[in-house]
Structure formats: structure tokens, C-alpha cells
């Protein structure tokens, strides 16, 4: 191998390598935290330290007992609202990219209020009524 086919392969695996991390934190940016939550036995309530809004507007919460994920945001006005991570088509599971619910099936789309924003999906998502009680967010999934 000539030594500058050598410095060519070298310096594209290293190039290729260094991408790695830098595409790793392009997959988190606009994706919410998520954390697993589940209710106190005899209890529909999920409780969601408010703490963990710290540093996002929006939490994903995974609950063994609703079968999708919640996505739990933080409103500008300071209240909060939880919509189920299933999309109102045909039941896929919806990824957060930004500001946007987009389900990879048939390419449904929906705003952070469970509006559609673009069908095939006609109906809004599925939401729970949640509030601030004791420094937590409650989330009412009965
Ligand atoms: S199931 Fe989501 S677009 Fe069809």
C-alpha cells in the first residue's frame, strides 16, 4: 500500500469514527427525557417529580399499564397535559422530533396539543388530565 493510500483509509475511519458521537447527540436533540413511572398499587395516578421538567419542556413516560408511552408537557402558562404515544390511524408508535409527534407507519404527524397536522391520522391523540400536586405532576390515567 502506497503511503498516501495509507493516510487515505486512516483518516477516513477516523473521520468516520469521530461521527459517531456527533450523530448520537443529533438522535437526542429534540427527543423529551424518559423515565418509567408507575402507579402506587390501588392507584391511577402517575407522579412525575416536577424536577425533571428542569431542563425540557416534555418527559416520556413509560407505564407498563397504559401499553404506549405518555408524553407529559409543560404548557407556557405553567399547567400540564399528558397525551398517549399511540397514533389515532392505526395504533403506531409515535416518535417526538422537536415540536412535531411523527408516527414512521404511515407518516401521520401531530402537534405537542395531540392536533394532527398531517393525515392519514383524522383524530386528535388520546390525553389525561394532569396537574401540580406536592411538587409533583400527577397524571390521571384511570
Ligand atoms: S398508524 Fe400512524 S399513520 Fe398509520
Not at 469514527?17 to 423515565?35: N, R
Not at 396539543?113 to 391523540?125: H, I, K, W, Y
Request: a negative charge; proline letters at 6%; one cysteine or more.
Amino acid at each position: 500500500m502506497e503511503r498516501r493510500d495509507f493516510l487515505l483509509t486512516g483518516c477516513r475511519a477516523c473521520a468516520a469514527l469521530a461521527a459517531i458521537p456527533a450523530l448520537a447527540a443529533l438522535e437526542g436533540c429534540g427527543s423529551a427525557k424518559a423515565i418509567t413511572v408507575e402507579p402506587p398499587p390501588g392507584s391511577n395516578m402517575l407522579n412525575i417529580p416536577m424536577t425533571d421538567f428542569a431542563e425540557q419542556n416534555a418527559v416520556r413516560v413509560n407505564t407498563k399499564e397504559l401499553g404506549s408511552d405518555l408524553l407529559v408537557v409543560k404548557e407556557a402558562d405553567g399547567s400540564y397535559k399528558a397525551l398517549l404515544l399511540k397514533c389515532t390511524h392505526k395504533g403506531g408508535p409515535l416518535k417526538q422530533e422537536g415540536q412535531v409527534l411523527h408516527c414512521a407507519w404511515h407518516g401521520s404527524e401531530f402537534d405537542l396539543e395531540g392536533q394532527v397536522t398531517n393525515g392519514p391520522a383524522t383524530s386528535p391523540l388520546k390525553s389525561f388530565p394532569a396537574s401540580v400536586v406536592n411538587g409533583q405532576v400527577q397524571v390521571n390515567i384511570g
